[in-house]
C-alpha cells in the first residue's frame, strides 16, 4: 500500500538554528500539504502545493518558514531560525481526488 | 473563517458499546467531512468521509451522518474493540479539484475498555 514518506521522524535543535523537513507524497498525488500539530489539538495548514505552485500559504509565518516543490514530486519545508513555539509535529499529506493522506509526521523539540 | 467544534474532548466506553462523536461546522460553502484515526506518535489515518450531497455513509462498524441544514455531523462506531482507542478528528473542508485546505477540530480521546 502507497504511503507518504517523511523524514526524519525526530528531530531536536536550540532555538535560532536552522531545521527542514523532507516529504514524498503517495507517487501521482498532485496535491501536497504540510500541517503543523500542536499537542493535544488539531493540524493546522501551513502551506498547499498543486504540482510546484503554491496555491495557500496564508498561515506560513514566512519570516522565518520557507517550503518548496521543485520538480511538483517531494518537498521540503524549512525553519530558519526555530523557536521554542515550534515545537509541534510537523505533518505532510497528499491528495488526488480530495482526500488526504498523511505521513508519519516529524516530531520536532526546539531546547 | 471556517471553524470545527468537536465534543466530546474525552469518551470512555466499555468494549461492545457503542460511540458517538459529533462536530458542527460554521461555513455553510464546506462539502467534504472526513474523519481521521490518530494514535499516539503516528499521523492521522483516514477511517471514513462523505460528501456534501450524501446524508450517511457506512463501512462495517463505522459510520458517518451529515445534517446540512443543522451543520453537524457525526461518528459512529458500533461494537467498539480496544483497539478502536485512539484520538479521533473530525474535519470540513471546501473541495476544488485542486484539494482544500481541512479545518480540523479538538479531537475526541477514546477508551475502549475490555
Known amino acids: 500500500e502507497a504511503e507518504v514518506a517523511q523524514s526524519p521522524r525526530y528531530k531536536i535543535t536550540e532555538k535560532s538554528q536552522a531545521v527542514a523537513f523532507w516529504c514524498d507524497p503517495i507517487?501521482?498525488?498532485?496535491?501536497l500539504y504540510w500541517y503543523r500539530q500542536i499537542l493535544g489539538q488539531g493540524p493546522e495548514l501551513l502551506v498547499q502545493f498543486q504540482d510546484e505552485s503554491v496555491v495557500d500559504d496564508s498561515q506560513l509565518p514566512k519570516d522565518r518558514f520557507s517550503a518548496e516543490r521543485l520538480k511538483g514530486v517531494d518537498s521540503t519545508l524549512k525553519i530558519q531560525p526555530a523557536e521554542l513555539g515550534d515545537s509541534a509535529m510537523y505533518l505532510c499529506a497528499s491528495s488526488y481526488s480530495g482526500e488526504q493522506f498523511f505521513g508519519p509526521g516529524t516530531r520536532l523539540t526546539v531546547l | 473563517g471556517e471553524n470545527v467544534e468537536q465534543h466530546p474532548s474525552t469518551l470512555s466506553v466499555q468494549e461492545g458499546d457503542s460511540a458517538v462523536i459529533k462536530c458542527t461546522y460554521s461555513?455553510?460553502?464546506?462539502?467534504?467531512f472526513p474523519w481521521y484515526k490518530q494514535e499516539l506518535g503516528k499521523g492521522p489515518q483516514l477511517i471514513i468521509d462523505?460528501?456534501?450531497?450524501?446524508g450517511e455513509k457506512k463501512d462495517q462498524r463505522i459510520a458517518v451522518t451529515l445534517n446540512k441544514t443543522a451543520k453537524h455531523f457525526s461518528l459512529h462506531i458500533t461494537e467498539t474493540q480496544p483497539e478502536d482507542s485512539a484520538v479521533y478528528f473530525c474535519?470540513?473542508?471546501?473541495?476544488?479539484?485542486?484539494?482544500?485546505?481541512?479545518?480540523f477540530g479538538q479531537g475526541t480521546e477514546l477508551s475502549v475498555k475490555p
Open positions: 462523505i460528501r456534501s450531497n450524501v
Open positions: 507517487s501521482g498525488h498532485a496535491t
Open positions: 474535519a470540513a473542508s471546501i473541495l476544488f479539484y485542486q484539494g482544500g485546505k481541512l479545518i
Open positions: 461555513d455553510s460553502a464546506s462539502n467534504y
